[in-house]
């Protein structure tokens, strides 16, 4: 692997272009207008993984949109690495709080990024992330250093809930046998302190609708005299925590887990900043749930945000009405142990339950998935630490993501092999938000890391 980083430095440019130019496609799958430009998206993804060195290439089609899968095969005797990855992106709204446009991507210095980093939708989460598997392929395939068998499976609905992933999983168990999963869809602490994520939270995403009315009312009329769903809704979310920001639906907390104070005490190793953290977000003061600390709340604790809240009249000027509907899309971030679909149907009897008869609730679930935990222990972990040790030239640091990725938990029920998570974006990357953003020497570092992955996982599975 000692030609790597002469090759990263020969072809960056070109690296950095071929990216910027897959981050000019609204890959939006939320959003069926964006339809043509997704599949459009799929394609290129087809044609990058031929062009770096994959022998097998498909378009897989699904009842959604559909996964690219690629496969290097050297001997079957070799252990065999599944690569995973996303080529859809999240809507970019609000789009007036970007400073450039979201599918026009540029590449601005930064504080932290003296070197530059790529403005776009998609460029960390994960476009860009997946990206750097593709060229690190490259580089091993063509300089003859692949060590063993890769497959990729690249998917267009991750931001929509992967619903069709796990029916194609199921029945192409053969097709993606490996020995280990290979996962960029995280981050890591700092651009000099490397982290390999080890726990993840699930997921319950939910949409309520609150009904009053049969028509939209004049609020003088009739204000103080029939139920305000947009009343209701707020007095009703705000029941869902008490004075100590502890979620009140009840059974909520009965199979989370509690870390003991020695697993805390080795999380709270890491390093962390609290003033920098509240001066990055512009804030005064953390929030959240009592008893715990900041990264504590973000990785093991259980979490309800409301995501969206709309209804009535948000246009300009004033229009004095009483809304007939209100609305609130709300999503529950879940530890291990807590089974998403039950979380699901206690928060739908739990909300039903707390609605005044003179309102109609509805609880539509939209999708979720299990939280998932993997051991510092086995050789994919150790493999991985030794590959950021070689690059970063520090060991790096086990830590549990507040982030959601449900289809590891699938997949190792499915395929029965653990996932690794090889993150380098950064909390400051700003996925799902505006100005989303990543950096170029985290890609590129990216890219120099993951071949000596392949190398030590080769190595360590001979033993």
Excluded at 9 to 24: G, M, P, S, T, Y
Excluded at 212 to 222: A, E, F, M, T, V
Excluded at 380 to 396: E, I, L, R, V
């Amino acid at each position: 692997m000692n030609t790597i980083t002469s090759y990263i430095e020969n072809n960056k440019e070109r690296f950095v272009n071929e990216l910027i130019e897959l981050l000019k496609i609204p890959s939006i799958s939320a959003d069926s207008a964006f339809k043509n430009d997704v599949l459009k998206t799929a394609e290129i993804i087809k044609v990058s993984l031929e062009n770096a060195g994959c022998d097998a290439v498909e378009i897989c089609k699904t009842d959604g949109y559909p996964i690219v899968y690629g496969e290097k095969i050297i001997d079957k005797n070799l252990p065999t690495v599944l690569v995973y990855g996303h080529y859809d992106v999240q809507p970019p709204d609000p789009l007036e709080l970007w400073n450039s446009a979201p599918f026009e991507p540029i590449i601005e210095k930064t504080e932290l990024h003296p070197e530059g980093a790529i403005f776009a939708r998609g460029a960390c989460d994960d476009k860009g992330q997946m990206y750097m598997h593709v060229k690190a392929l490259e580089f091993m395939t063509s300089t003859h250093q692949l060590p063993c068998n890769v497959k990729f499976m690249i998917e267009g609905e991750e931001e929509v809930g992967s619903a069709n992933l796990a029916t194609f999983v199921k029945n192409n168990k053969e097709k993606l046998q490996n020995d280990v999963i290979l996962i960029s869809d995280t981050g890591m602490i700092a651009k000099d302190v490397p982290s390999i994520t080890t726990g993840l939270r699930g997921l319950s995403y939910v949409e309520v609708e609150v009904t009053g009315p049969n028509r939209d009312l004049h609020s003088g009329l009739y204000g103080g005299a029939v139920a305000n769903p947009i009343n209701i809704l707020s007095k009703m979310i705000a029941s869902l925590h008490d004075e100590n920001n502890h979620i009140t639906i009840p059974g909520f907390y009965n199979k989370v887990e509690n870390l003991s104070e020695e697993e805390r005490a080795e999380m709270a190793k890491a390093p962390f900043n609290l003033d920098a953290y509240k001066k990055a977000l512009d804030i005064s003061d953390v929030y959240g749930e009592k008893g715990y600390t900041t990264n504590e709340r973000n990785s093991i604790r259980p979490t309800l945000d409301v995501n969206g809240i709309w209804g009535g009249y948000t246009g300009e000027g004033a229009k004095t009405v009483i809304a007939s509907k209100a609305y609130a899309k709300i999503s529950m971030r879940l530890v291990p142990h807590q089974d998403w679909e039950e979380i699901t149907q206690l928060f739908k009897t739990h909300f039903e339950s707390i609605a005044p008869d003179a309102v109609k609730v509805k609880v539509t679930p939209h999708h979720g998935g299990q939280g998932y935990v993997t051991p510092i222990d086995s050789i994919g972990y150790k493999a991985a630490s030794k590959a950021y040790k070689q690059t970063f030239g520090k060991t790096p640091i086990p830590q549990r993501s507040g982030g959601s990725i449900p289809i590891v938990s699938l997949f190792e029920k499915e395929l029965k092999s653990k996932t690794i998570l090889m993150g380098f974006g950064l909390d400051s990357d700003a996925i799902h938000s505006p100005n989303e953003h990543f950096g170029v020497w985290n890609y590129l570092k990216g890219i120099e890391t993951i071949p000596y992955f392949y190398k030590y996982f080769t190595e360590l599975k001979a033993k």
